[in-house]
């Protein structure tokens, strides 16, 4: 088996579009969507699209996609008007349907062996993980995985270390990366990882995003794709999110 792992699209129909091109053009059994697929400028039209690849998709959830259904979180403060606007254009049954997806999907793949795909961690789909994660707090997540890899997002980075004999990737983003680069980016898995990212016109999907009515659109256009979000200080501000919150 092969599979195509897709995360953080957050409602980013060009970037999407450009990603499954590629994906068309490798022998994929399994397209992955790994959470957080719609909170961004176009929800509607983005489940559309992955919904017509039908019985390609296997789905989990992130905590977007948990927030649909049960609201903002502990996490959200600021972010209440953004998740109103996606859940606005959604019907109840999308809502349910985002919300009450599994955690956690295990995959036999090619050359890889057991895979076990999250949004954030196995436990969390919030905890956060970069590459500038001790591997002592490495070791403490993996502690206990059945697994021989696993593949999460969350963060928007891609990653590829190995920690206590588990092999830890992070597929990246393809709507929202921090990368310092603007590309859509992904993974393909099996035989090897291979860290992808697909090109597509910036300006039309500049110009689409704005045009949404999306409450963050006009920075994040600014922010992300006229001038994209550098991948090391996106490290520090995740790490130190991270220790004030106590993971670490």
């Excluded at 609201?71 to 998740?83: F, I, N, R, S, T």
Aim: aromatic letters at 6%; hydrophobic letters at 45%.
């Amino acid at each position: 088996m092969r599979v195509a792992a897709l995360y953080d699209i957050h409602g980013m129909l060009d970037a999407l579009d450009a990603v499954l091109v590629d994906v068309r053009g490798e022998n994929v059994d399994v397209v992955l969507v790994g959470g957080d697929a719609v909170g961004g400028p176009q929800p509607a039209e983005t489940l559309e699209r992955l919904r017509e690849l039908g019985s390609w998709v296997r789905w989990i959830r992130g905590n977007a996609d948990r927030a649909l259904l049960e609201g903002p979180g502990p996490y959200d403060a600021g972010q209440e008007d953004v998740l109103a606007w996606t859940a606005e254009r959604l019907t109840e049954a999308d809502r349910t349907f985002l919300g009450t997806l599994p955690e956690r999907d295990l995959l036999d793949v090619d050359g890889l062996g057991r895979v076990l795909f999250c949004h954030a961690t196995p436990a969390s789909d919030l905890s956060l993980v970069t590459a500038g994660t001790s591997d002592e707090r490495m070791g403490e997540i993996v502690a206990g995985i059945d697994a021989d890899v696993v593949v999460a997002g969350h963060t928007h980075m891609q990653l590829d270390r190995v920690v206590d004999g588990v092999r830890w990737v992070n597929a990246g983003s393809v709507g929202m990366p921090y990368e310092g680069e603007v590309a859509a980016f992904w993974a393909l898995l099996g035989p090897e990882v291979s860290l992808r990212k697909s090109f597509f016109d910036v300006e039309a999907a500049a110009a689409a995003i704005l045009a949404s009515g999306w409450p963050e659109a006009e920075e994040f256009v600014a922010e992300n794709l006229t001038q994209p979000v550098p991948r090391d200080e996106t490290i520090a501000y995740y790490e130190r999110i991270a220790a004030e919150r106590g993971e670490r």
